[in-house]
């Protein structure tokens, strides 16, 4: 009775484990398309200004 009980609490350890690793690489992954979003952002607006300082000249 006792091995099936240690068992039991070491699968659900390690399934415990791998459900915290997803999570991370879930939030890893969502960040990762935040920055990207910022980055594109940045460029039109530096495109943008680089427009507007050619029309000025």
């Known amino acids: 009775m006792k091995k099936l009980i240690s ?4 699968v ?3 399934f415990a484990g791998t ?3 997803q999570q991370i690489h879930e939030a890893k992954k ?3 398309k935040t920055e990207k979003k910022e980055m ?3 460029k039109k607006e ?3 200004e680089k427009k507007s300082a ?3 000249m």
């Open 7 to 10: 068992m039991m609490a070491l």
């Open 12 to 14: 659900a350890f390690l």
């Open 19 to 21: 459900v915290n690793a």
């Open 30 to 32: 969502e960040a990762s």
């Open 40 to 42: 594109k952002a940045e």
């Open 46 to 48: 530096m495109k943008a």
């Open 54 to 56: 050619k029309k000025t």
